[in-house]
């Protein structure tokens, strides 16, 4: 079993960053990550993954050259580091692990492929 914690959200103004940590229970080296948001209204979309350091991890075009994701083995941690934030990037921010290595490997993934996720952390961006 893996939990999953995220912190890190709040509220920010247009251009602001903000960084989210997930912090993992359980075995989560050899497992994908992945950050997901999701706004009201709006179906929970893919921000980014990665399976493990020094493998390309993967983002949405609509975060690409402002997000990057990072993964800390040692500490069972994930990050997501946002800079340039728009306020269409306001939502619940999730965790997720665990989606197939083969997923991992090519793609963001989609929700149901991902078998564990945290409660979310809001993140709030105002112009």
């Known amino acids: 079993q893996v939990q999953l914690v995220e912190s890190g959200g709040g509220s920010v103004q247009a251009g602001g960053s903000l960084r989210l940590s997930c912090a993992a229970s359980g075995y989560t080296s050899n497992k994908c990550m992945g950050w997901f948001r999701q706004a009201p209204g709006k179906e929970r979309e893919g921000v980014a993954s990665?399976?493990?350091?020094?493998?390309?991890?993967y983002y949405a075009d609509s975060v690409k050259g402002r997000f990057t994701i990072s993964k800390d083995n040692a500490k069972n941690t994930v990050y997501l580091e946002m800079n340039s934030l728009k306020p269409e990037d306001t939502a619940m921010y999730y965790c997720a692990a665990d989606s197939p290595r083969l997923v991992c490997l090519s793609r963001v993934g989609a929700d149901y492929e991902y078998n564990y996720w945290g409660q979310g952390t809001q993140v709030t961006v105002s112009s």
């Open positions: 990665i399976y493990t350091r020094g493998v390309m991890p």
